[in-house]
């Protein structure tokens, strides 16, 4: 249940957050994803592929001290497993996680894309023999900045604004 | 040091997996291995799984074996394999390898090998998957120019033809940045070569150059080693034909080279050689198909650990 108080982000500059008498949702419980790239939210919320009927609260081009803009998305009542969180890393590597219960943040950390992974993403080359053999596509990471990864199979590197996730 | 035991139970995938001097431990290796016959591998048995059709790379394994004594097993295309009943590759793989000590894949999708060698618990030796990489025909190609040239460090080696699809060029580019080549691309703006292997160049510090013009590049060279546009790898024929006669080498071409140049191909050749050029004293290209059978006998030798007799 969602109720209304003081914003929990940890960005006081926000038009759109946290002044002393601004009354907006905190969570009781569930994930909170903080200093998400600018305009990186939705597509978040789109990989996720959350349970229906979740209840999801998204500010999109937050001002933020260390980033410029950010975007946040508190989700309710769902905690985000591994996998997902490093869904979310390889979209916005620089992102921030807190899980929420009883409205105390029991777990913050940053985000880091895996250095390897299988699953997540599929290979976007069609010649790929992942595809044909209908297996789960095997990644590692080639750079950090800008993110791009290489198929453990066809050896193609695929940078983060071409991902197709799994 | 390397020594014949680097290469017991190895994997064969791509080149990028061997060192220097392991590429040049398996060149000696071959120079031992071109006149050996015998019984050495009596009794083993390689598995040749070729998906995808292949003259010289199968035959030239296949000789490989016969003459040191093994014998092979396998299918040719794709067609009378249980493949066509919709086999995934990696149950092929699963069940064949319980039938031989080595197997040898072709596939025309890329990554087939990794992922035979991930089901696999015999070596693997990749013989080309798709447009990404044929290490044997890389191997074959660097005994050669060190046989030909006697030296491949400092070489001014120019690539021409369809360097996008061409796997052949991929591995050998790939390769040859360990042996500080100079090195030159020739092809039309379509067939350039991949931007994730001129990147690859590029964090290496490799100098190379890239051209459109034939001719103009031909007088520097120490090689040339000439491609087939790879007509299997274009999705509109239309564009294939617009590419297929983009260079021909011919003798005219050829006066305004270096006298010693030696001309590589992999082989097939369509339009992209003129069949005058075969009588040149360096035209090398039949010669370089020759010396896949001692390449392949020392690297089978090598894998299977029946070497150190010889070498």
Redesign the interface.
């Known amino acids: 249940m969602i109720q209304p108080q003081e914003l929990t982000t940890h960005d006081e500059e926000s038009p759109l957050m946290p002044k002393p008498t601004q009354q907006v949702a905190k969570l009781k419980q569930g994930t909170v994803l903080d200093h998400l790239r600018a305009g990186t939210g939705l597509r978040c919320l789109r990989v996720l592929k959350l349970p229906p009927g979740t209840t999801v609260l998204v500010g999109i081009n937050l001002t933020s001290k260390s980033h410029g803009k950010k975007d946040l998305v508190k989700i309710e009542r769902y905690e985000l497993s591994e996998a997902e969180a490093a869904k979310v890393a390889l979209i916005s590597p620089d992102a921030t996680i807190s899980i929420i219960r009883d409205y105390k943040v029991v777990g913050k950390h940053g985000l880091h894309p895996p250095i390897a992974f299988r699953g997540l993403l599929r290979c976007t ?1 069609p ?9 789960a596509g095997s990644f590692v990471v080639e750079s950090r900045d800008p993110l791009t990864v290489r ?7 695929i940078t983060a604004d071409q991902f197709e996730f799994a | 040091m390397v020594t014949a035991r680097d290469f017991l139970g190895r994997d064969v995938l791509t080149v990028g997996e061997f060192r220097r001097d392991e590429l040049l431990f398996l060149l000696d290796a071959a120079d031992k291995f071109e006149r050996v016959t015998g019984t050495l591998l009596a009794g083993r048995v390689v598995a040749t799984l070729f998906f995808e059709p292949s003259t010289r790379t199968r035959l030239s394994f296949e000789s490989a074996v016969g003459r040191l004594g093994g014998s092979c097993i396998g299918f040719a295309e794709a067609g009378i394999s249980s493949m066509a009943k919709g086999e995934t590759v990696a149950d092929t793989v699963r069940v064949v390898q319980g039938y031989c000590d080595l197997l040898l894949l072709r596939h025309p999708k890329e990554g087939t090998a990794r992922l035979a060698a991930e089901f696999a618990d015999i070596p693997v030796v990749n013989c080309g998957d798709g447009a990404h990489q044929h290490p044997t025909q890389t191997f074959v190609d660097l005994y050669t120019i060190r046989r030909e040239c006697g030296r491949i460090d400092g070489l001014k080696i120019v690539f021409a033809g369809d360097l996008r699809y061409g796997r052949a060029v991929h591995s050998l580019v790939h390769v040859l940045t360990q042996f500080k080549a100079h090195v030159t691309l020739v092809a039309p703006d379509f067939l350039r070569l991949p931007q994730e292997q001129l990147r690859a160049l590029d964090e290496m510090g490799v100098e190379y150059r890239e051209m459109e013009d034939l001719e103009a590049a031909v007088p520097e060279a120490d090689v040339l080693y000439m491609t087939r546009v790879q007509q299997e790898r274009f999705t509109d024929p239309h564009e294939y034909l617009k590419f297929r006669d983009a260079y021909t080498l011919d003798l005219k071409i050829l006066r305004r080279a270096k006298p010693e140049i030696v001309i590589l191909h992999p082989l097939p050749r369509v339009t992209e050689i003129a069949t005058e050029v075969d009588n040149h004293p360096h035209a090398a290209y039949f010669r370089q198909a020759h010396y896949g059978v001692a390449v392949r006998k020392a690297l089978i030798a090598l894998l299977l650990g029946h070497a150190e007799k010889v070498l």
């Open positions: 080359n010649a790929c023999i992942v595809h044909t053999e209908r297996i198929c453990d199979y066809c050896e193609r590197s």
